[in-house]
């Protein structure tokens, strides 16, 4: 009769155990480090927003200057944020941002 020949690379079709632990635990620490990103980005923008609060009430140099820091880090962690700040010299100004990230 006709018999059909496997060729050893047709002949391994699923992954070992083995295999599928290492992607599992791949997969987790992907999963884990977008987790991890999330709660960086949202820690730092409650610190941005907490900060953003007290120039507005007080207009101090220092805490601009670390406001617009900490926009700078939330543009590294997430590239989508977008922040204009208009210092307009008086006490406060304005800002407007935006994001691509869920609210989670």
Known sequence: MFQRRVSATNRKTSPSAPELLEARFRRFLRDFQSYEQHLEFQST??????????????????????LVMLAFELHRLDSAFQCDLSFDGSRGG??????SLSET
């Open 94 to 99: 304005e800002a407007s941002c935006e994001t």
């Open 45 to 66: 923008m409650d610190s941005f927003l907490d900060l953003y609060s007290s120039w507005k009430r007080n207009g101090d140099e220092l805490t601009k200057l670390r």
